[in-house]
């Protein structure tokens, strides 16, 4: 029974310890600490899917480290300049915060999955429907 305690004790005391904890940067969930490429699998208004079916016809979304973005049709890459902003990440809401020149895209974000990430616009939003992220394919 006395060795019982002491191990149960030792246990308990040992697991508090004053070892700072490193915070986690969720801008990373985003970028892959680089850049990475996402795809605008959905676009939901409502309760309907507005996105393209064929992938070729979708939209991406493109975050960098450095916090600027880049969002772009696949149809009209190489032929004309994607619309280019700045985001930022706030983990304690989990709001995402896109502006562009002339708009800012205010969200709420989730993970719904390893991979996939919803965007659900906020009231103040410039863009007003549900943005559902995968990352881009391998071809």
């Given at each position: 029974m006395k060795y019982i305690f002491i191990t149960t004790l030792s246990v308990l005391f040992s697991c508090s310890s004053n070892a700072d904890l490193i915070p986690?940067?969720?801008?990373?969930?985003?970028?892959?600490?680089?850049?990475?490429?996402?795809?605008?699998?959905?676009?939901i208004i409502g309760n309907k899917n507005f996105a393209p079916m064929i992938n070729t016809e979708?939209?991406?979304?493109?975050?960098?480290?450095?916090?600027?973005?880049?969002?772009?049709?696949?149809?009209?890459?190489?032929?004309?300049p994607a619309k280019r902003g700045e985001f930022s990440m706030y983990s304690e809401d989990s709001t995402l915060l896109i502006n562009f020149k002339n708009e800012s895209?205010?969200?709420?974000?989730?993970?719904v999955s390893e991979d996939t990430i919803?965007?659900?616009?906020?009231?103040?939003?410039?863009?007003?429907?549900?943005?559902?992220?995968?990352?881009?394919?391998?071809?």
């Open positions: 986690v940067n969720k801008q990373s969930i985003l970028t892959d600490n680089g850049s990475k490429v996402w795809l605008v699998d959905q676009v979708k939209d991406l979304i493109i975050f960098y480290e450095n916090g600027h973005c880049s969002y772009q049709s696949m149809r009209n890459l190489g032929d004309f895209w205010y969200f709420h974000y989730q993970q919803a965007l659900i616009p906020e009231k103040k939003s410039a863009l007003k429907y549900k943005l559902i992220l995968v990352p881009f394919p391998e071809i």
